[in-house]
């Protein structure tokens, strides 16, 4: 029978013995695919530009954009969902465009322009958009909201673009702004709480005052 | 996810050599798929070929009168392409019926047609699946097949070939071209780049190691009324239970491929005969050595009926 001071463990000690454990476990797989491997080792030098700031990382080949930018540079404005690129809560734009940060790896980003939630607006220098999802509640949990902020900027850049979508009656005419639009355009963006129709306010408001 | 080596090839020969002269190398693209199935480990390469900076990128006429599209060009860039929109619309259409806008900037023409499957058992590498692990044996014959195939499948698995893209390259007749490290090209009908699953469903398509897609090539325009039309649980973004990309001429001849059905896009020619007779003939035909399971059998029904809208809107 254990007495109780033999479970009377802090909770910094346990900490301290899982970092430990982790490192090693990570240095052991390190090494392991360097001797499977003639090539490069298994971390490599990356430098792309994060809201208009340089930025130059030595990561782990495994890391993603999305790490890279909440563990890495502590950008935690974009977030973690599925990490698999069903929901969309890490929705950044490289180089303009809206991808899954979770589905890239921050090593295939070299020279890539990077825009988070972060620059695209400020507390007291909020993006129309974001200001317009705050008028319209577009939001409850606020969890989903920073990927579909930068999604639906992207979106509306889209359209501009004339990039046609799966609801677009006629491919050989001008892409237009409308609620069927909007919802088709946004549907890899997945809200649990259900603030859907208040997003399409939020995002047709902003298009309005854009057009 | 297991670690790796990482390397950005600057031009085909380079990333071919490394290929094939590295055990477990796979070139990464647009890396939705594989990054995917990396995180949980049901693909472990030890060395990762960046092909991103090759320059496969454009869309560009062939003498023949069609279009070479480089295999590095994007599912939103070849959807949106002018050319593609009036000459091909079935291909833009099929491709903004795909995933999400985001996964589309992302996702390669290349990469779109190498796609692994979505059956729920190749994802759950708890459960045994021939196509993960050969020779472990297919949870999904008796499991959940609501997604997957009724034709081309084998005892040793029933998955479907989840690309909507794939759909319409099939009905176009595209062409699939290749470099092999050897530095020798080759040109592949889209007909035959996927195999069917017999008893090696881990075996997908002809390709050999290290061989690199650098394009994809449409012949010249069809005409005739150019349609996709994908049914599935979701109004966007989710897989196709059954797919339909047709093209209808006038007078009445045409020809489809189906999706969502099986292990490939899947076309029949002599299908395509029998399109004139109406869509219960033709879906008769095309389902004849069909063999669904009790949860995905609602296929055959939903191909034929699916057919007939697609008719319905040609005529119209």
Known sequence: ?211 | MRAFSYQRASSIEEAAKAAVGTEGAKFIAGGTNLLDLMKLEIETPTHLIDVNGLGLDRVEPTPEGGLRIGALVRNTDLAADERIRRDYALLSRALLAGASAQLRNRATTAGNLLQRTRCPYFYDTNQPCNKRQPGSGCAALAGFSRQLAVVGVSDACIASHPSDMAVAMRVLDAAVETVRADGTRRSIPIAELHRLPGDTPHIEHVLERSELITAVVLPKPLGGKQIYRKVRDRASYAFALVSIGAVVQPDGTGRVAIGGIAPKPWREEAVDNELANGAKAAAAKLLANARPTEQNAFKLTLVERTLSAVLAEARG
């Open chain 1, 1 to 211: 029978m254990q007495t109780p001071g033999a479970l009377d463990i802090s909770r910094r000690d346990l900490l301290v013995a899982s970092a430990a454990t982790v490192t090693v476990a990570g240095a052991g797989s390190l090494a392991h695919a360097k001797t499977n491997t003639s090539a490069a080792p298994a971390g490599t030098k990356v430098s792309f530009t994060v809201n208009g700031e340089r930025r130059e990382l030595e990561l782990d080949n495994r890391t993603t954009l999305l790490d890279a930018l909440r563990e890495h540079l502590h950008l935690t404005g974009t977030k973690k969902g599925c990490d698999h690129g069903q929901c969309g809560a890490c929705t950044v734009l490289v180089d303009g465009r809206r991808v899954n940060a979770c589905l890239t790896l921050a090593v295939m980003h070299d020279g890539d322009e990077i825009t988070t939630i972060e620059g695209l607006g400020q507390p007291d220098n909020l993006h129309p958009m974001q200001a317009a999802f705050v008028k319209h509640d577009g939001f409850q949990c606020g969890f989903c909201t920073p990927g579909q902020i930068c999604s639906s900027v992207a979106m509306l850049d889209e359209i501009k673009a004339n990039i046609p979508s799966h609801v677009t009656a006629d491919l050989t005419a001008p892409s237009e702004i409308t609620p069927a639009e909007i919802r088709e355009r946004m549907s890899g963006n997945i809200c649990r709480c259900g603030a859907y129709s208040n997003i399409v306010e939020a995002i047709t408001e902003v298009a309005g005052r854009k057009a």
